[in-house]
């Protein structure tokens, strides 16, 4: 009668190089899906957010009134565009600085913008949970949420300064997220 010696060397070598390439597609496709997941997590975040932003953008909009152009500079001017600006949710920034860099806007573009009645403001976990939006959060660890207010025409753009990186560039706005 013949023994039964057990499987070879040669068959186990086999089985884990095997098992290997297993893990490692599996590793692979684990990490892109994650990614992926990450991407869609910020993406409907900020759409949620531009949602209630356009909320407090249009009030704002209807306090500043559609003939605010005509209106010649003054204190009845400086009233609307205040009470306009008091309808929209978060802290406004006044410096450039505060902005970072990444999404590319000056002092100079900043009082210009300002001009035409386009502010920004920083969006802070609390001010989400204000606006209706408690589950997301805003600071420097998953990213802090910039929204930019064009009360006139009653229009927001999202930024997450973490942003999205995607075949080596970063998209920070939710108009560069969304062409990905």
Known sequence: M??????????????IVILLIIAGISIGTGNNIIKQTE???????????KVKGLEYAENANFKLGTNIDTIKEGEEKSNRIQKAKAELKGEEIVDA???SNKIGITQENLVEENATYIYYY???????????????????????????????????????????ENEGKTYYSLSEINKI
């Open 2 to 15: 013949k023994k039964n010696k057990g499987i070879t060397m040669v068959a186990l070598v086999i089985t």
């Open 39 to 49: 991407i869609e997590n910020i993406k409907t975040n900020m759409l949620l957010i």
């Open 97 to 99: 600085n505060q902005l």
């Open 122 to 164: 920083k969006l802070t976990s609390e001010n989400l949970t204000e606006m209706g939006i408690a589950n997301v959060k805003s600071d420097d660890k998953n990213g802090l949420y910039i929204i930019r207010y064009d009360i006139k025409n009653a229009q927001v753009e999202i930024y997450n300064l973490k942003g999205i």
